[in-house]
């Protein structure tokens, strides 16, 4: 679990603070070994100030010390900011990233007319009357096996843009004055979620057609889907491995 | 409404980053005047790290803008940690220090293991075992009129410790695994809801007898307080004024 806010994102990169970066560190500080250094393996990236309430990663650990051993380790070793919620030893032929067969994304969008204090960071902004129909409606075109061609943003490495979407829910929090969206994938593309939930949103408030989503399929260019909500509203919620999900179990050919 | 983490604090200072120096240099800005410049006066200070929901200040502003026009101004131009929830013309004989007869205070204490990273600037961290009854049993101890010399941070500037707490309640949110503190009453010292929160808790976590707060108020000694709770747990709730609450409506002499 991390609060994305001061991280440069996951991956690990040089003079940058990043989740794979600090948790590299501390691993092998905890380990006391000479190079070659332990490497972390996690799930996938999450880009600079995206959270993470199940981030999941393996690393091969030199010694034989107990899963409640290295839990505690890490987590008093780790920034305020980031905490290890459970540690399993898994059978050698896991891996963290290759395994996956599925991840559960949450978007927090707060609509009050001036962000909240308290609330931006960890919710994105969107001050427009919004329709949860419309809304809704926009979620269900994009449930399926599609061609997210106009959903992923310019840098993306993967070779293929097919994904498919199990499950797409919104749900309007009136207490908290905030919509929540919910999307369960086989996997997702660079910047995919936050350029979905960009669209939904522009359709709930009427700045796109109803249907617009099926047009995106249709055109596979990126530039007509514009908006990217901000990395603060989006939430890793849940990583996917073989077996965990009866009805999705299928896991991506490896990229 | 604003987010403490950031700030030096309430009170203006010099190359500091404060609530009311940021407040003044955009109200300044916004009156397009030259020196003197509009003072701020707040209903008090609060302490680096410490949140606000409904802190109260006022200012003379020269010319007749609408409170609405000067919501949306100001709004426009705070930075996100910062918000103005709510503009009123008021008399000219009204000033948010002297007229205030009560203040609220809340503090969220957090019980997990481990600090969560989501909630490091929003709640004190507490990982003891703690006891609900010998809460409340502090909490009705320090409800009253009563000498606070041991419940206040060496540097306050007041010239009586004597205070009335009217209300102290807590309860425990299973769902957020948080206690969380109310305290009302005409008047708080430098830090002393922290100090109080500190005291309750050791008392609830069975560190001292539960009876130690009317020993707190005799000794009037701060050292036997010792633990100040992190100001990031501690949110100003309310101001009230003369009239807002008919049960309580004397104000203190003026300081």
């Known amino acids: 679990m991390y609060d994305g806010t001061n991280f ?4 690990r990169q040089p003079n940058r603070r990043t989740i794979e970066g600090v948790l590299t560190q501390k691993v092998n500080v905890m380990a006391k070994l000479p190079e070659p250094p332990i490497i972390i393996y996690g799930s996938g990236r999450t880009d600079a100030g995206v959270h993470a309430v199940a981030q999941v990663a393996h690393f091969d650990f030199p010694f034989d010390l107990s899963a409640e051993a290295i839990y505690r380790g ?3 070793m780790l920034p305020l900011d980031m905490e290890i919620t459970k540690v399993e030893k898994v059978s050698n032929d896991f891996h963290a990233r290759y395994d996956v067969s599925g991840k559960k994304y949450f978007y927090r969008m707060y609509l009050g007319e001036f962000q909240n204090p308290f609330k931006r960071n960890y919710t994105g902004h969107w001050k427009f009357p919004i329709d949860m ?3 809704n409606h ?8 599609h061609d997210f061609s106009s959903f992923v943003a310019s840098g993306s490495t993967a070779r293929s843009n097919i994904r ?4 797409a829910s ?3 929090d009136q207490a908290e004055n905030e919509v929540h ?4 994938g086989n996997g997702f593309l660079y910047n995919m979620v936050r350029i979905m939930v960009g669209v939904v949103a522009e359709i709930g408030s009427g700045m796109r057609p109803e249907s617009d989503v099926l047009r995106l399929f249709e055109v596979k260019d990126r530039d007509q889907a514009r908006r990217t909500m901000p990395a603060s509203g989006l939430y890793l919620k849940r ?3 073989e077996g965990d999900d009866p009805e999705h179990p299928t896991k991506l050919p490896k990229r």
């Open 8 to 11: 440069s994102g996951f991956e």
């Open 74 to 76: 890490l987590n008093s």
């Open 133 to 135: 129909e419309k809304v």
């Open 138 to 145: 926009a979620l269900a075109d994009l449930v399926g096996e």
């Open 164 to 167: 498919t979407i199990y499950s």
């Open 170 to 172: 919104a749900k309007l």
């Open 181 to 184: 969206l919910e999307f369960y």
């Open 239 to 241: 990583v996917f491995y």
